[in-house]
Structures are given as structure tokens and as C-alpha cells.
């Protein structure tokens, strides 16, 4: 890195190499999340590679990145989103905080921290999609 008295004061010139390790050492540090493909598909069903019923399957806590490929099926939101993903407790249908995504034509990814409490919850879609929308729906188990 160049250092000119034009850009940064000479604090900052001394400081650029520590903050530089720093971000490095924590970088290092980060877990990778794992990523989970999910298909929105155009049929108004949740699909994922291998499995005839799609279960997303997570350890409490677990960092994840979804990453989201939907096609559209009849309707789309005003705002262009032709799905939703939104993450319920399935023993009150509660919402989880931090769980809820629109979704636009394409592959989209979010990173996201699996619920803290282990057991059932359900993905719903959150775009009135098609007549079979309600259908629209899968698994999504957190283990301890
Ligand atoms: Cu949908």
C-alpha cells in the first residue's frame, strides 16, 4: 500500500499495517458458511437436489447461506418478487426474526444464523404465487 501525505495523514499511515493484520487475522478466523441450495420453482413447490421431499436440515446456531434460485410462477408482487421465504416455528407458526426473504427472478444468496432452539419449523412462501400457492412449503429441521 502507498502512503501520500495527499491521501492519509501519517496516523493513519501508521496505523495501515496493524489494522491491515488485524483484518487478515479475523478473516481467517470466520467460518465459511455452508451453503444450501434451495429451487423456488415456477410450479409453485420448494425443490432441492436429491430429495423427492425437500428438508433443509441445520444445527442450532449454524451460520448457512441460502442460496436461492426462483422461477416464477403466475403472479408476482409490486415490487417484482415472484416468491417468498420465510422461516415459522411449527408448533405456533411464529415468525423467526431475521428469516423472512422476497424473492426476484434468478439465483439469490442470504447468510443467515439458524434459529438457537432445536426442532421443527416449516418454510412458507410469502408471494401469492399461483392458485397453488398455499402448497408452497417445506421441512426445515434444527438439530441440538
Ligand atoms: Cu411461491
Wanted: net charge positive.
Amino acid at each position: 500500500m502507498r502512503c501520500s501525505a495527499r491521501h492519509f495523514t501519517w496516523v493513519a499511515c501508521a496505523l495501515a499495517p496493524a489494522i491491515g493484520t488485524f483484518a487478515f487475522a479475523r478473516a481467517q478466523q470466520a467460518p465459511v458458511p455452508r451453503v444450501i441450495e434451495v429451487l423456488a420453482d415456477h410450479d409453485s413447490r420448494f425443490r432441492m437436489a436429491g430429495m423427492k421431499e425437500p428438508v433443509i436440515t441445520v444445527h442450532a446456531n449454524e451460520l448457512v447461506t441460502l442460496r436461492i434460485t426462483a422461477r416464477k410462477a403466475k403472479n408476482r408482487n409490486r415490487d417484482g418478487s415472484i416468491h417468498g421465504f420465510s422461516l415459522l416455528r411449527a408448533k405456533d407458526r411464529s415468525r423467526v426474526p431475521g428469516w423472512d426473504f422476497l424473492l426476484k427472478p434468478g439465483v439469490q444468496e442470504f447468510t443467515v444464523r439458524a434459529p438457537s432452539d432445536p426442532g421443527e419449523y416449516v418454510v412458507v412462501c410469502t408471494v401469492i404465487c399461483s392458485d397453488d400457492h398455499e402448497g408452497m412449503h417445506m421441512k426445515f429441521l434444527v438439530l441440538p
